[in-house]
């Protein structure tokens, strides 16, 4: 589709959204090509449309809405599971929505728009003594529009929630154009529908969010860290339940890794080096915040000494700075694990507790019966049951990517887990949506996406199955 070929009038929308965002504000060709890479699939837009305020995206949607035209918007295109695909499309960029509008350390809040990355919000909070919770791995690139519409959840969720958990209010644009603004920095608003919950997960599929009022949290003094050695599964169960009583509400991650993945991030031509020997079953990262300087790294080392005594913990090495900490999380992170491993496949799932040891047994087994020689490798934020499953697939590895994620989301559903824990469901992922949703879960979910978008232009194509 050209340019020249959607009129709206005696104008064409080309020219119409350039009036609106002006010249350096709309890309087409290979201009928009290059505008950015995504960790997925983008597509190829008929234009990237970059505005710079609620009411220029609003424009933006009503002039697309008149020429039929769909839209998809993009933030910072971290997702995995190509949620922002925009063929034939007009990619809707909010990267020049960034601002933190305002933070308010007595009323524990941020205002802040769409486009503005993770990273950057956290350190303004910092500045004004405050913490904000979301953390990712993607934190340097994920904008706050983005986690809002995946409803990410990262490394805390354990202890903080995930976002939906921190967004207090929100703006966002209808597919008609109409702004819906529910900003209310309030933590207790018992005034009917919780209309703002409707486009937390929705990837942009009801409406485009473009600002939020954030949940911040009075900075912490303490932080302590330790990475853990274990030799059984029931022990990290244990060891979790333990930790949570024994830190009194301090605990703030939990993050295991299974021998394969440690043992690939501290191997060269892995940067890392073993914190603790390898050779055991399990590697637990655990992570506690607190407000007493005098006594919480005692408390949290006399923890760890009670689970390692009591042969629940094998081995442990307890961080003394903030570079040993850093240094953990950059294991677990991954550091550039991904760019050894060739063609791979890396669905986050969530699970019961209790069904993550045998979903681990039966899905290695699943995989040699079907790829002798496979193995997937496993981490993730055991605390609130996500699991990423990474699993290679060697040469023949893209003709292969549907039936290895066919076999291991289809067991997923035989655990009755969700075969999405953060990163949405996009294109890659809805035909196995009903893995995880009832029929009628799925009838009411296409209720309100037709209610709220009757024509199908917002981020079409995405999260919901099509119908038989």
Same mark, same amino acid.
């Given at each position: 589709?050209?340019?020249?070929?959607?009129?709206?009038?005696?104008?064409?929308?080309?020219?119409?959204? +350039?009036?609106?965002?002006?010249?350096?504000?709309?890309?087409?060709?290979?201009?928009?090509?290059?505008?950015?890479?995504?960790? *997925?699939?983008?597509?190829?837009?008929?234009?990237?449309?970059? !505005?710079?305020?609620?009411?220029?995206?609003?424009?933006? #949607?009503?002039? $697309?809405?008149?020429?039929?035209?769909?839209?998809?918007?993009?933030?910072?295109?971290?997702?995995?599971?190509?949620? $922002?695909?925009?063929?034939?499309?007009?990619?809707?960029?909010?990267?020049?929505?960034?601002?933190?509008?305002?933070?308010?350390?007595?009323?524990?809040?941020? #205002?802040?728009?769409?486009? $503005?990355?993770?990273?950057?919000?956290?350190? @303004?909070?910092?500045?004004?003594?405050?913490?904000?919770?979301? /953390?990712?791995?993607?934190?340097? *690139?994920?904008?706050?529009?983005? #986690?809002?519409?995946?409803?990410?959840?990262?490394?805390?969720?354990?202890?903080?929630?995930?976002?939906? &958990?921190?967004?207090?209010?929100?703006?966002?644009?209808?597919?008609?154009?109409?702004?819906?603004?529910?900003?209310?920095?309030?933590?207790?608003?018992?005034?009917?529908?919780?209309?703002?919950?409707?486009?937390?997960?929705?990837?942009?599929?009801?409406?485009?969010?473009?600002?939020?009022?954030?949940?911040?949290?009075?900075?912490?003094?303490?932080?302590?860290?330790?990475?853990?050695?274990?030799?059984?599964?029931?022990?990290?169960?244990?060891?979790?339940?333990?930790?949570?009583?024994?830190?009194?509400?301090?605990?703030?991650?939990?993050?295991?890794?299974? !021998?394969?993945?440690?043992?690939?991030?501290?191997?060269?031509? @892995?940067?890392?080096?073993?914190?603790?020997?390898?050779?055991?079953?399990?590697? #637990?990262?655990?992570?506690?915040?607190?407000?007493?300087?005098?006594?919480?790294?005692?408390?949290?080392?006399?923890?760890?000494?009670?689970?390692?005594? $009591?042969?629940?913990?094998?081995? @442990?090495?307890?961080?003394?700075? +903030?570079?040993?900490?850093?240094?953990?999380?950059?294991?677990? /992170?991954?550091? /550039?694990?991904?760019?050894?491993?060739?063609?791979?496949?890396?669905? /986050?799932? *969530?699970?019961?507790?209790?069904?993550?040891?045998?979903?681990?047994?039966?899905?290695?087994?699943?995989?040699?019966?079907?790829?002798?020689?496979?193995?997937p490798i496993l981490l993730g934020h055991v605390g609130d049951g996500n699991i990423h499953v990474i699993v290679t697939l060697g040469e023949d590895g893209a003709a292969r990517r549907d039936q290895v994620t066919c076999t291991v989301l289809e067991l997923v559903g035989e655990f009755?887990?969700?075969?999405?824990?953060?990163?949405?469901?996009?294109?890659?992922?809805?035909?196995?949506?009903?893995?995880?949703?009832?029929?009628?879960?799925?009838?009411?979910?296409?209720?309100?996406?037709?209610?709220?978008?009757?024509?199908?232009?917002?981020?079409?194509?995405?999260?919901?199955? @099509?119908? &038989?």
């Amino acid at each position: 589709m050209h340019r020249q070929n959607i009129d709206i009038g005696e104008r064409t929308l080309f020219d119409r959204l +350039q009036m609106v965002v002006g010249d350096s504000g709309l890309l087409v060709g290979e201009a928009a090509a290059a505008f950015g890479t995504g960790w *997925s699939r983008l597509g190829t837009p008929i234009m990237l449309a970059r !505005p710079r305020s609620t009411a220029e995206v609003a424009e933006i #949607v009503r002039l $697309c809405g008149s020429a039929n035209v769909p839209m998809v918007p993009w933030g910072g295109r971290t997702g995995l599971v190509s949620g $922002c695909m925009a063929d034939g499309a007009v990619a809707i960029s909010m990267d020049r929505m960034n601002r933190v509008e305002a933070i308010s350390a007595v009323d524990g809040t941020m #205002v802040v728009e769409a486009g $503005c990355v993770v990273q950057a919000a956290a350190e @303004a909070a910092e500045a004004q003594g405050m913490f904000l919770p979301l /953390d990712l791995g993607a934190r340097g *690139s994920a904008t706050i529009g983005g #986690v809002i519409s995946t409803n990410a959840g990262g490394n805390r969720v354990l202890r903080f929630g995930m976002t939906r &958990d921190m967004i207090l209010g929100l703006e966002a644009v209808l597919a008609d154009g109409t702004v819906l603004s529910s900003m209310k920095p309030l933590m207790k608003n018992n005034t009917g529908y919780d209309l703002k919950q409707l486009f937390i997960g929705s990837e942009g599929t009801l409406g485009i969010v473009t600002r939020a009022v954030i949940r911040l949290r009075g900075a912490y003094p303490t932080h302590n860290a330790a990475l853990l050695a274990l030799d059984d599964f029931g022990d990290v169960a244990a060891l979790l339940r333990r930790l949570e009583s024994r830190l009194g509400g301090q605990l703030s991650a939990f993050e295991a890794m299974w !021998p394969e993945y440690y043992e690939r991030v501290t191997t060269p031509p @892995a940067p890392n080096r073993p914190i603790v020997p390898h050779g055991h079953a399990f590697y #637990v990262l655990v992570e506690a915040m607190g407000g007493d300087v005098e006594d919480d790294h005692a408390r949290f080392e006399a923890a760890l000494a009670e689970v390692l005594e $009591c042969g629940m913990v094998a081995d @442990a090495v307890v961080a003394q700075s +903030q570079a040993d900490i850093a240094a953990m999380w950059d294991l677990r /992170d991954g550091g /550039d694990m991904a760019r050894h491993l060739g063609p791979y496949i890396a669905p /986050d799932i *969530s699970l019961r507790l209790s069904d993550i040891a045998p979903f681990a047994a039966k899905l290695r087994d699943r995989l040699a019966e079907r790829w002798p020689g496979v193995k997937p490798i496993l981490l993730g934020h055991v605390g609130d049951g996500n699991i990423h499953v990474i699993v290679t697939l060697g040469e023949d590895g893209a003709a292969r990517r549907d039936q290895v994620t066919c076999t291991v989301l289809e067991l997923v559903g035989e655990f009755d887990g969700s075969v999405s824990a953060e990163h949405g469901i996009g294109l890659d992922k809805r035909a196995y949506l009903p893995l995880s949703r009832s029929t009628a879960e799925l009838s009411t979910m296409r209720l309100l996406k037709h209610a709220l978008d009757p024509h199908n232009l917002l981020n079409p194509g995405k999260l919901l199955p @099509a119908e &038989d």
